[in-house]
């Protein structure tokens, strides 16, 4: 096991290496200079040529990148190029709100769908299982910020209930959480339902009721027990795109977070926000996938029976 | 002496219904359990003896199966007219059963000890801490070595003979009237199987319980059974004490099975065989089910399906050689070992 | 007697480790010696037996003899030539005369392929039947099988476990093989068909002049079938012998508690019956000295401390344990 965790964390190297040249080189090839977005609108050419030698764009790009990496071994981020703040308290700053939104979907991705996934894998092809089945089709299928929009539409704009944008109180966070969380749900529903449809099949289930246990005890204790084994290493990778989720639900629903950071600076070609922030969201992803697995092997450890 | 009837199964039907059309698995079963006594339930694959075990304790899968016929009768009660709630109390209970595989019948993520003291917290009512002794204690009785330990372990810890063994601690832990040990030893090796069988008949000694064996192996009922119910096709072709059987069989097919099992302390040059196969349970034949494979078949055996006849106290048999009605030439009576 | 008959297959000291992945980061190298250091002959024309419970090997050994897992040392001489190091060419060449029919008819038969595709398929590999003859020679394999030519355009899934086992057999006789290894190749067969298939064997054995490796754990099967008797535990070879030897006396202590073991139907026959205490050691951590010695009722320090060789005691029966002769 200790091998198996050091030879996943030494990967870091080539994900961080990996990530921030891909990054780098895709925001070269995007159309648009930075300094002229920057110098706005009716700038003269001077002061965009002064503006580029300053912030170092006239360099030739192996020199730009390799200069970013080194600064990064010594913990520099960079400065944004917007507003010459540092990279890391951007980060610092945004991150926990992002995590907070990231917190409560998986919440709702859990509940929502484990509730459903066990209704369905109780009572298989009834209405009730084919209508939730039906609507964690429609969780997948349709996009988040479409979602993300209709919602606001029908419960802020309409209803009232809840606030459009924002995020300073509790119910600010329903919204984007629900959104941010139904795909997740709707994954987690049809997983649980089909994994408890197996194990209720298992040989160690008749043992059960031929030992006399109450319906719900075999339900609860014997076979989700068993069943949840395969939801949570589900649940744990749905925890990767919905970092990549939060880019647009956080932009749909004005929410200061992480996602929201970097698409502001793709716009505005602030490309060492953009990297920091997508070098950060990829080290999460990497740990939470590392986790999984770790989990995933101690269950597996009790599968193996042979 | 007069014994004292435990359970009593009559007229059993399980049938299993699909696209392909409806399997009769079990088709009219009929025997009796003494207190005490040990039933052996012997067949080849597709007999139905294991259907007919699932089917006292209502653990059928259905859909597709479905009991559309019978009844089992435990001291008097019948079992398929009970409610949920009553059945439950009844297993595990005053019915016990075990399986064949112990590798997938015992929970993967519970340890060995709490699925002993499930039961046993549920049947008798005991404290946590009672029942969780208790358990031990039964992990002791089945020849455990550091009982304490191993109640705290997982199934993949341990291995098949032990596992076995936990299965029967847990069946036997509430003191069932009736043990149903569905091909215990089949998935455990000879010297493994010898440990499990003498583990049984010790207990069965020390608690007092009726046990039906179901196998497809010959030998074992042989050494453990003190009557045997023989199936073929989902009826039973013949039942009968131990010794009568192997001494006498009644039924073709029974001399059949036995004439076609290598003889472990003697030469043969050729393994008698019963050519042909078993018929579908989706298309029985009208008439004998065994007619088509048997040497001695008549035209009435194909036309007729024979009752089971008492033929002796103790001795019945399904062929028509033992009616009056029979014309055929040869009578089995002559030509058996 | 006659001089001594060249054997047909020889194996020398053969050897299948099992490396496994290594867990923690400074521990030692688990190791699973699944067959270690078996050496036997088969004459021609004769059926030499393995049997022994899960774990002993006995499968294993098959399986290295045929390269189906590559031995870890050893020696595999066939017809004298030694098969362990033989190249992809020379090793294809010789499975002509080696085959092997497996244990579960279910799984070892391509399910999208007809029989007749899966005959033709093991002809053309090995050549030996010109196409104009090979139609002739899939009904005559049909035939000797006793199965109808009219199922050569069937599916396995239309086939029963019994007539499977015989198309198992047909396909191994494709290629008109000297030895065929038969791995447990009756065990999951009903009693009635398995009796069906083990006339049908000793027939073939007859007809055709074939030697057979049969490898079972039934002892009353392999008493029926076999001319010799290797008893294998944890990956030795403890006993060997011809059968009448092997079964009127049998010295190894497990051997012994093996056949006592077996549910006997003749009151007559049954003995004393010896219960080992405990279960089988663990692969991966064998005893030390005698692999036995945990579980025999005989054991003594030197058991524990030295490992018995394989030695005669009768010109057709071997032992390994050190007290066989006093043991009887």
């Known amino acids: ?306 | 002496m007069k014994q004292e009837t435990v359970l009593e199964v009559k007229d059993l039907q399980t049938y299993f219904y699909s696209s392909e059309g409806v399997a009769k698995a079990v088709d009219g079963v009929s025997f009796t359990l003494q207190k005490g006594e040990t039933l052996g339930i012997v067949g080849e694959s597709g007999c139905g003896k294991s259907m007919t075990s699932l089917s006292l304790l209502r653990l059928v899968p259905s859909p597709p199966g479905k009991i559309i016929n019978g009844e089992i009768l435990l001291n008097n009660t019948d079992i398929l007219k009970l409610s949920d709630e009553e059945l439950r109390k009844i297993r595990g209970n005053k019915i016990s059963m075990i399986f064949q595989e112990p590798m997938t019948s015992l929970n993967p993520v519970l340890s060995v000890g709490e699925q002993i003291a499930e039961s046993i917290r549920l049947h008798q009512g005991l404290s946590r801490k009672e029942a969780w002794q208790k358990a031990v204690d039964m992990i002791r009785l089945v020849g455990i070595p550091a009982p304490e330990k191993r109640a705290k372990q997982e199934p993949y810890q341990l291995s098949g003979g032990m596992r076995q063994r936990i299965m029967i601690a847990m069946a036997l832990a509430c003191t069932p009237d009736v043990l149903i040990a569905d091909e215990p030893t089949t998935a455990l090796d000879v010297t493994i199987q010898a440990q499990i069988i003498d583990i049984i008949q010790n207990l069965q000694k020390q608690l007092g319980m009726s046990i039906i064996f179901i196998t497809h192996d010959l030998g074992v009922v042989a050494e453990i059974c003190d009557k045997i119910a023989v199936m073929y096709a989902g009826q039973v072709v013949e039942e009968g004490t131990t010794e009568s059987l192997f001494e006498k069989p009644l039924h073709p097919y029974t001399n059949g099975l036995i004439q076609s099992l290598p003889k472990l302390y003697e030469d043969q040059e050729e393994l008698s065989t019963i050519h042909g196969t078993v018929p579908s349970p989706y298309n029985y034949p009208i008439g004998c089910r065994y007619a088509e494979r048997c040497p001695f078949a008549t035209d009435l055996c194909r036309e007729k399906q024979p009752e089971l006849l008492t033929v002796e106290p103790e001795k019945k048999v399904r062929c028509w050689m033992y009616s009056n009605k029979w014309q055929g030439e040869t009578h089995m009576k002559e030509m058996t070992v | ?328």
């Open chain 1, 1 to 306: 096991m200790t091998l198996f965790i050091l030879k996943r964390l030494a990967q870091i190297i080539p994900v961080t290496l990996g990530v921030t040249l891909v990054v780098f080189l895709i925001m070269q090839m995007i159309p648009g200079d930075p300094a002229i977005i920057l110098a706005g609108e009716g700038a003269s050419q001077e002061t965009v040529a002064e503006l580029r030698e300053n912030l170092g764009l006239n360099k030739p790009l192996a020199v730009q990148y390799t200069d970013y990496i080194k600064n990064l071994l010594q913990g520099d981020m960079g400065n944004s190029l917007k507003n010459n703040q540092p990279v890391f308290e951007e980060i610092t700053a945004r991150l926990p709100i992002t995590i907070e939104l990231a917190f409560y979907s998986i919440l709702i991705t859990i509940v929502l769908g484990l509730i459903a996934g066990i209704i369905s894998a109780i009572r298989p092809y009834s209405f009730m299982d084919v209508g939730l089945m039906v609507v964690a089709l429609l969780g997948i299928s349709l996009p988040s910020f479409w979602l993300g929009i209709l919602l606001m539409y029908v419960f802020s704009v309409q209803l009232h209930w809840l606030p459009v944008a924002g995020w300073d109180s509790a119910k600010h966070i329903i919204l984007p959480a629900v959104t941010l969380g139904a795909g997740g749900a709707a994954i987690v529903a049809r997983m649980t339902r089909s994994s408890m449809l197996e194990v209720v099949n298992q040989d160690y289930i008749r043992t059960a009721k031929a030992k006399g246990l109450k319906g719900y005890i075999i339900i609860l204790k014997h076979a989700l027990r068993n069943a949840l084994i395969p939801v949570i290493t589900v649940v744990g990778l749905q925890f990767g795109s919905l970092l990549g989720g939060t880019v647009l639900v956080e932009s749909v629903f004005a929410v200061n977070g992480l996602g929201r950071m970097i698409v502001d600076a793709i716009r505005t070609r602030d490309i060492p926000v953009v990297q920091g922030g997508v070098l950060v969201a990829s080290l999460i992803f990497v740990f939470i996938n590392l986790f999984v697995d770790i989990m995933y092997r101690f269950f597996n450890k009790r599968m193996d029976l042979n």
């Open chain 3, 1 to 328: 007697m006659t001089t001594k008959q060249q054997p047909l297959l020889e194996v020398n000291n053969l050897k299948q480790h099992f490396f496994l992945k290594k867990e923690k980061l400074f521990g030692p190298q688990q190791v699973v010696k699944a067959v270690d250091g078996v050496s036997f002959d088969i004459l021609p024309g004769e059926t030499l037996s393995i049997v022994g419970e899960s774990g002993c090997g006995k499968s294993t050994t098959g399986r290295s003899i045929l390269r189906l897992d590559e031995p870890t040392a050893g020696e595999v001489l066939l017809f004298g030539k030694n098969l362990v190091n033989m190249n992809k060419k020379e090793l294809r060449a010789a499975r002509k005369d080696i085959q092997i029919i497996f244990q579960d008819p279910y799984a070892s038969l391509n399910p999208r392929r007809t029989i007749r595709k899966m005959l033709m398929e093991a002809m053309s590999i090995q050549k030996i039947v010109p196409p104009e003859q090979q139609e002739a020679r899939m009904i005559e394999l049909m035939s000797l099988v006793g199965l109808r030519p009219e199922y050569l355009e069937r599916y396995p899934h239309e086939f029963s476990g019994g007539q499977r086992q015989r198309i198992g057999i047909a396909r191994a006789l494709a290629v008109n093989p000297k030895i065929i290894i038969c791995d447990e190749s009756v065990s999951a067969l009903d009693v009635s068909i398995q009796a069906q298939i083990l006339n049908l064997l000793k027939q073939l054995q007859k007809d055709l002049d074939l030697t057979f490796l049969f490898i079972s754990h039934d002892l009353s099967v392999v008493r029926h079938i076999s001319d010799r008797i290797m008893v294998m535990y944890l990956g030795k070879v403890v006993e060997i012998a011809d059968k009448h030897s092997l079964f009127s006396q049998p010295h190894h202590p497990y051997t012994k508690a093996l056949f006592s073991s077996i549910p006997v139907i003749d009151k007559h026959h049954r003995k004393e019956r010896i219960i080992l205490k405990g279960d089988l050691p663990s692969p991966l951590n064998p005893p030390t000295g005698c692999s036995f010695h945990t579980r025999c009722p005989f054991a003594t320090d030197k058991c524990k401390a030295e490992v018995p060789a394989l030695r005669e005691i009768s010109a057709t029966h071997k032992v390994a344990c050190h007290f066989a002769e006093n043991l009887v």
